[in-house]
């Protein structure tokens, strides 16, 4: 990952997809997910952090104003690596980030991080991810997963009471079922659902197709899997 792999599509507009809006804000619709950006490398091979910083001035430099992060991502680095290239963000560049996750490394047998959305995480999590964002406000934060083991009103709760506090613009949700998106539906106004969704993983349908009877945007996760696509 590195400025060079960007600026060889140099001459495509991103704004050729078009728009979405996420509940008040426009966003071209090709964002840029940042999950690994703390793994970028320089010429050497090894992790550069300036790299990951000129990589990520080089995505908004090419029109792109919507950045999708989460706290878990490198441990919060990548929240930072974010704020260090941004800061003080350009008008119009929209961030979503993301709570739900026990921060840790996967270990043998696992297959994703134990999910948490105990009410008293939530809050830690939005003041950290505030702090390495240097930011007052959330454009949009997302319950990452639900948590089988608290109520998902109880989740989504914290969530719509961060809100009212100011601390969160626009509320979303990410990894969840129908239902799941309803009861969340219930608790306050989601304005998007992140699922993944692409040719090779279709199981979010019926999300995206409630999506759009809705008015809500759908933010596809891995969106392009070729491997997958071509199976």
Known sequence: MTTSTLSAGASLDRSAAGEIRIGDLTVNR??????RI????GPGGQPDRAEAVRLCRRVVERGVNFIDVADIYAFGACEEILAEALHPYPAGLVIATKAGFVAGKLQPGMSMLPPIGRPDHVKAACEQSLRRL???CIDLYQSHVPDPDVPYEDT???FAELQREGKVRHIGVS???????????SVCKVVSVQNRYNFGSRSSEGLVAACEADGLAFLP???????????
Request: charge should be positive; aromatic fraction near 6%.
């Open 30 to 35: 090709l964002g840029f997910g940042a999950m």
């Open 175 to 185: 990894n969840v079922s129908l239902e799941q998106l309803r009861v969340a539906q």
């Open 38 to 41: 703390a793994d970028a490398r």
């Open 134 to 136: 240097r930011i007052d």
């Open 221 to 231: 996760w891995r969106p392009v899997i070729l491997k997958e696509a071509a199976q």
């Open 156 to 158: 989504i709760g914290a």
